[in-house]
């Protein structure tokens, strides 16, 4: 099972550049989430998806865009990098909470440690 | 502004003792509460849950208790071991399924 899969584990860019992080799960969730984790501040939500074709912004979405072609598939988007980017972040995925006999709690990658210079 | 948080950074637990990490909310709105686990390196791991149902829930070593009036829980690891050295994040959610997270605390248990 490879639960929660994060594509890539490490990268540097320079201020400006863009990239796309790739999340990828085998779980059949609906509900997918991309985290940031920086020191002191814990896991804030970047944006979030509900289900194929639909996303939503949580609580630091400033700078970043998702997609969401596939079910299976969440992308996170840096249009244009800044150093205060740099951060690790993690992916993660549930099921909905409107299937009360499974269970709910988000499952998580292994992240991605990005570094903007 | 943080709508789950944990005011202790780190804690140094005796091996065999208790440990207690808290968290507070201010959202009445979670009904929905969980503790995660997470080692350097890795992605956190789910640890274990409550609903806003229940006062107590318990995993073998593992308790979480939830006191809904004070917005507050806490989980309690009996007896603690080196194994469990890790940062705890507490999460909450409503019913709308977004996670929210505390800061983490640092948990080293002394062998």
């Known amino acids: 099972n490879a639960g929660v899969t994060q594509t890539p584990k490490f990268r540097v860019l320079k201020t400006g550049q863009s990239m796309t992080l790739l999340c990828a799960q085998d779980?059949?969730?609906?509900?997918m989430y991309w985290y940031r984790q920086d020191p002191g501040m814990g896991l804030r939500l970047i944006h979030y998806?509900?289900?194929?074709?639909?996303?939503a912004k949580g609580e630091v979405p400033d700078g970043y865009n998702v997609s969401r072609l596939k079910k299976q598939n969440f992308l996170l988007g840096l249009e244009s990098a800044a150093p205060s980017q740099t951060s690790v972040y993690f992916c993660?995925?549930?099921?909905?909470?409107?299937?009360?006999?499974?269970?709910?709690?988000?499952?998580f990658g292994q992240g991605t440690r990005l570094t903007v210079v | 502004d943080q709508q789950v948080k944990q005011n202790s950074p780190s804690l140094s637990v005796q091996e065999g003792r208790i440990s207690i990490l808290n968290c507070d909310y201010t959202?009445?709105?979670?009904?929905?509460f969980l503790w995660y686990k997470k080692y350097p390196a890795e992605g956190p791991t789910f640890l274990i849950s409550?609903?806003?149902?229940?006062d107590k829930n318990e995993d073998g070593r593992f308790t979480v208790f939830l006191n809904k009036s004070a917005k507050h829980l806490s989980l309690h690891i009996v007896p603690s071991q080196p194994g469990d050295s890790a940062v705890y994040f507490c999460?909450?959610?409503?019913?709308?399924?977004?996670?929210?997270f505390g800061t983490g605390t640092s948990l080293t248990v002394i062998p």
């Open positions: 993660a995925s549930s099921y909905s909470r409107h299937k009360p006999d499974l269970n709910t709690e988000a499952f």
């Open positions: 779980m059949n969730h609906e509900y």
């Open positions: 998806s509900v289900g194929e074709g639909t996303t």
């Open positions: 959202n009445s709105m979670f009904d929905y």
């Open positions: 409550i609903s806003s149902i229940k």
């Open positions: 999460a909450a959610s409503a019913f709308g399924n977004q996670f929210y």
